[in-house]
């Protein structure tokens, strides 16, 4: 089970951290991520976490969001900084407990949580 927090509204340029707390070790096991929907459009990744692979993030984040995760507290974060308004969107995590997925791939993510609302203002 993966559940998100932090979400809120937010005035652009503004920094907000997400974090999706997992009930087991396994789902840090391989690889974890963040994912966005934006109202009227389809899902698409923001950034990912392995031990296995280098830390990826989607071009429109990269240098603005960092992911991390903490095996002590069954946690991931998405620190968020500098938003703009077109970061507006549901944001979820999700994991990939069995590395069902390559590691510059978006797919193979099994388990998700239910989503935190972002909102940010111009």
């Known amino acids: 089970q993966l559940v998100e927090f932090g979400g809120g509204s937010v005035q652009a340029g503004e920094s907000l951290t997400l974090t999706c707390s997992v009930s087991s070790i396994s789902s840090l096991r391989n690889r974890t991520g963040w994912f966005r929907q934006a109202p009227a459009k389809g899902r698409e990744g923001v950034a990912r976490?392995?031990?296995?692979?280098?830390?990826y993030y989607d071009t429109s984040v990269k240098g603005r969001f960092t992911i991390s995760r903490d095996k002590a507290t069954y946690t991931i974060y998405l620190q968020m900084n500098n938003l703009k308004p077109e970061d507006t969107g549901m944001y979820y995590c999700?994991?990939?407990?069995?590395?069902?997925?390559?590691?510059?791939?978006?797919?193979?993510?099994?388990?998700w949580g239910q989503g935190t609302q972002v909102i940010v203002s111009s």
């Open positions: 976490i392995s031990r296995f692979c280098v830390v």
């Open positions: 999700a994991s990939d407990p069995v590395g069902a997925g390559a590691c510059r791939s978006w797919e193979g993510f099994e388990f």
